[in-house]
């Protein structure tokens, strides 16, 4: 059974520094990987998708890298800023359509 | 503008009731999710529809039903025999895999809770 790790599971940092948060997964029989964010209350926006045949994606201040044969994903964001405020999930996804989600990280920039 | 709408946004149980979470997207997406969320945790799949009249269990489908008789439309209904329904349900659509996996697009959730 897919089991998806983020670490750690908060984050506070000061507006302006580089971050990094992490994504391990146990069966690197994956599709393609996720990156979401969450503000309180509501529903998930994504961010990032990265299929099995990939390293990374970019976009913006964001850079999502994929090593499927360790099951690790990070997403590196840039020059952090009050906005990025937010919960950041992953998701792991099969070819049968399933996904399997991390608990996430939960990030607070100070300004 | 495409996307999904849930309804309602807050919604209240009485004990021995079931009530039905709508789900309704005008993105043409053949895929459709609905998970789960409780607090400080991540997403758990409740159940997926990846075609219209065709539906598969995800991994905490007991006490939940779900049908999908329009591509554009997957209730999730909770029956009473779901006995701990307080959360937060999300549901979510995609556009068909087995081409390049196409990224899940989420509604605003709707918040369950027990009178």
């Known amino acids: 059974k897919q089991e998806v790790t983020q670490i750690p599971a908060a984050l506070s940092v000061p507006e302006g520094e580089n971050l990094v948060l992490n994504c391990s997964f146990t069966?690197?029989?994956?599709?393609?990987l996720q990156w979401f964010r969450q503000d309180p209350g509501k529903g998930l926006t994504s961010l990032l998708l990265?299929?099995?045949?990939?390293r990374e994606q970019t976009s913006g201040r964001l850079n999502a890298s994929l090593d499927k044969s360790s099951g690790r994903s990070t997403l590196y964001i840039a020059a952090s800023q009050p906005g990025d405020s937010a919960t950041y999930l992953c998701a792991v996804n099969t070819n049968a359509g399933k996904s399997t989600f991390g608990d996430g990280t939960t990030l607070t920039v100070k300004p | 503008d495409g996307g999904i709408t849930q309804s309602p946004k807050y919604l209240f149980r009485k004990e021995g009731q079931n009530v039905t979470l709508s789900c309704e997207q005008n993105?043409?997406?053949?895929?459709m999710y609905w998970y789960r969320q409780d607090p400080g945790q991540g997403l758990r799949l409740i159940y997926y529809s990846q075609i219209v009249n065709d539906f598969q269990k995800g991994d905490i489908a007991e006490g939940y039903s779900v049908s999908r008789e329009k591509k554009e439309s997957f209730p999730l209904t909770v029956t009473s025999a779901q006995k701990n329904p307080t959360a937060f349900y999300l549901c979510?659509?995609?556009?068909?895999?087995?081409?390049?996996?196409?990224?899940?697009?989420f509604g605003d959730g709707t918040r369950l809770s027990i009178l």
């Open positions: 990265i299929q099995s045949s990939q």
């Open positions: 069966d690197s029989a994956i599709y393609n």
């Open positions: 979510a659509s995609s556009s068909r895999t087995g081409r390049a996996g196409q990224p899940q697009h």
């Open positions: 993105l043409n997406h053949d895929a």
